[in-house]
């Protein structure tokens, strides 16, 4: 067993209580195995890598509790006892002090964050000030003077902090009983005392959170491609996932990059956020107000699209990967420019993305679009404008345009831009600078949201409780779906009768933000689906290429339950995606899905059905990936490193004068045990240090 580094010997330590009785193990006794850590790991793009690694064999370091920002000279000059291993409260989790100890990192061992139990007063986001600024439409070739955020800074309070790069583990961990151990043991064994030095032993940690991928992503895919040749051990994979897609026209899925008789109008919302830890990505205002709205407008138009069928179809996009440089928008782009998608880029009629709509001031969504493009004469965005003005009529709802010519924000439609001028606008509930003062941060949550409860409520009320927030969403998604119905060449005497659900929303918004595992969520997903469910918010991390996350599964059969219809076919067929044993051609239509169904009363058997609908999945993996161009200044380039173990554990160390004076003597070995046999001055009648 490890104690410490790998300059340290291994010692096997026995506790026998009595002669003839079973031996427990006294690992538990020497370390408290840290439980619910979450890491900063290791990312790489074109150019160079950011996040966090330890050494091979873990960092090791003196637990040090920083009480403020002047106590971090402790750390960096005057604290005699270095490597440090830093204990931070979430306060202090600042690009300041981050960038302080990043520069003494000789003396800093690592890094661990308290995660707060509550949001803090002031904004914070770790992300940086002009998101995806280099990957949008505005370029050196498209109005320079516009690029950069020279007009408008997005993400004012953006730090920069998740695209650095730290030599050291930096890890989250829960405020629980784990914490609580820490902090006492650093109480007893380190904290100077009316400026005393302290005494060994001390309290120590280890963070193991080695990264495999260097450099850049140019030179992790290189060394894929060596270790491919020469063993299946890879070091990086490219970031990414699905694309969600859905018509209210079906469209032959076979016939890629035709080009249909009628138009197509695009309503859009991206999926994915992030926050400097690993999978922590609570995204509320971010994500999950945006596509939680546009799922709600497709359930609206549902019966409006099939009893008075407008004129162009309705193509609803949820993208994925849009934090890092707009994975799935390009991707969806490319292969619309590369016939290799249902419907041809020069279909396109129209773009409408919702964004960010979660935190409205007074009312008002703010309507923005690309003042370069509307230069163009064929570019109508004002018919679009007018649309959702005109949708807005009799609810709770403003509609405006900033009041100055400002670029477009973070978006999704700026990738289709630049393939070619298309008329859009993006709805957001901020005029210029973000309304979300917790861009891309880990209290992008529900409290921000303010999505709460009355007391005492079971999570079933919970579930069906609508909330302020719901019923604002509600609303927004009740204009998205009459503009887009308008938009879609409708009549406005149908716009009465289309109204989103509250219900819908209030239940969405506590799946994703709440806990998945709740029973409106399993009665709309396939049985083998159930064990991902958990009782914990979804995350909206990305992850890794070609693997379909928790959230598109979700979002996918959501999708396929709010607009599709309930097929009276058999489990088996429903499955093998036909509607008839004879049947072969409508899997190119439809989708088709089994669901779980509820359980009737007074029964534990659920009564499942089969689900038909257009909905359906595209890659959402940079083109950079397959022209093997991961140097490339058009398409994304993220990758993210392969790792073995990710762990902590804390124990007491003894001084380096033993190390140096006994190196692998038994009287070093002897003390090295019983110091750790009395970790938290626990007592052990009879126990015994036993080595080989």
């Known amino acids: 067993m490890d104690l410490l580094s790998n300059k340290w010997i291994v010692n096997l330590l026995v506790c026998c209580l009595f ?313 969806m782009v490319y292969d619309m420019q590369n016939n290799n998608f249902a419907v041809d880029l020069d279909n396109v009629h129209s773009v409408l993305e919702i964004g960010q709509v979660g935190l409205r001031a007074d009312s008002r969504l703010w309507l923005h679009s690309d003042p370069v493009s509307r230069k163009n004469d064929s570019v109508n965005v004002r018919k679009l404008i007018e649309s959702l003005q005109t949708a807005a009529k009799g609810l709770n709802v403003s509609v405006n345009e900033p009041g100055f010519s400002q670029p477009l924000p973070p978006s999704s439609f700026q990738r289709f831009l630049r393939a070619r001028p298309i008329p859009g606008v993006v709805i957001e509930d901020h005029q210029s600078a973000f309304t979300n003062r917790f861009y891309e941060s880990m209290y992008d949550n529900a409290e921000y949201l303010n999505i709460s409860y009355p007391p005492n409520l079971t999570p079933e009320e919970q579930l069906v409780f609508v909330t302020d927030t719901a019923k604002a969403l509600t609303e927004v998604a009740t204009v998205v779906a009459r503009a887009l119905y308008i938009q879609a060449g409708g009549a406005e005497s149908q716009l009465e009768g289309i109204n989103a659900d509250p219900q819908i929303v209030t239940r969405m918004l506590y799946g994703f933000l709440i806990r998945s595992n709740n029973s409106w969520f399993q009665q709309r997903i396939p049985p083998d689906f159930m064990s991902h469910l958990t009782d914990r918010p979804t995350n909206f991390y990305v992850g890794v290429a070609q693997q379909r996350s928790e959230l598109t599964h979700l979002v996918q059969y959501l999708l396929a339950n709010l607009t599709g219809s309930t097929a009276n076919i058999s489990q088996d067929n429903c499955q093998n995606q036909r509607e008839d044993e004879k049947d072969k051609e409508s899997k190119h239509m439809y989708s088709y899905v089994w669901v779980q169904g509820a359980a009737p009363p007074n029964s534990t058997k659920r009564e499942g059905f089969c689900v038909r609908s257009t909905v359906r999945l595209s890659k959402a993996l940079s083109p950079a990936f397959d022209l093997r161009d991961y140097t490339s200044k058009n398409y994304s380039t993220w990758t993210e490193s392969r790792w073995k173990s990710i762990k902590g554990r804390i124990f007491l160390v003894a001084s380096h004068d033993l190390e140096v004076n006994f190196p692998f003597t038994p009287q070093r070995q002897h003390m090295e045990c019983r110091f750790n046999l009395h970790l938290w001055n626990r007592k052990i009648p009879n126990c015994v240090c036993v080595y080989i």
Not at 60 to 81: A, I, Q
Not at 87 to 92: Q, Y
Not at 100 to 122: D, F, H, Q, T, Y
Not at 136 to 153: F, I, K, M, Q, R
């Open 19 to 331: 002669i003839g009785v079973g031996c427990n193990s006294v690992e538990k006794k020497i370390y408290v195995h840290l439980n619910y850590t979450v890491p900063c790991v290791r990312l790489l793009n074109a150019t160079h890598q950011i996040g966090c690694q330890s050494h091979l064999s873990g960092n090791v370091g003196v637990l040090h509790v920083l009480e403020s920002e002047e106590n971090v000279d402790w750390v960096l000059r005057s604290g005699p006892n270095p490597p440090y291993l830093v204990i931070l409260e979430s306060p202090l989790f600042t690009r300041s002090i981050m960038m302080k100890l990043k520069n003494g990192s000789s003396r800093v061992a690592g890094v661990a964050v308290v995660a707060p139990s509550a949001n803090p007063l002031e904004g914070v986001s770790p992300h940086t000030t002009c998101p995806n600024e280099n990957t949008g439409v505005y370029t050196e070739n498209y109005d320079p003077s516009l690029a950069h955020c020279n007009v408008t800074v997005w993400n004012p309070l953006g730090s920069g902090l998740s695209y650095e790069q730290f030599d050291f583990p930096i890890f989250s961990l829960k405020d629980d009983n784990d914490t609580q151990v820490i902090r006492q043991c650093y109480m007893d064994h380190n904290r100077a005392v009316n400026g005393s030095t302290p005494q060994y032993p001390l309290c120590a940690m280890q963070l193991y959170s080695h990264m495999s991928a260097v450099t850049d992503t140019a030179t992790c895919m290189r060394r894929n491609d060596i270790n491919f040749s020469i063993s299946p051990e890879m070091v990086c994979d490219p970031l990414g996932d699905y694309n969600v897609w859905a018509s209210t026209r079906p469209i032959n899925n076979t016939a890629k990059g035709h080009k249909m008789w009628e138009s197509v109008v695009i309503a859009a919302a991206r999926l994915d956020s992030r926050s400097f830890f690993f999978e922590v990505a609570p995204g509320a205002e971010s994500g999950v107000s945006g596509f939680v709205t546009l799922l709600a407008a497709a359930h609206a138009l549902r019966n409006a699209t099939q009893e008075a069928p407008p004129n162009r179809t309705i193509l609803y996009t949820f993208f994925q990967g849009e934090t890092f440089d707009y994975i799935g928008s390009s991707r």
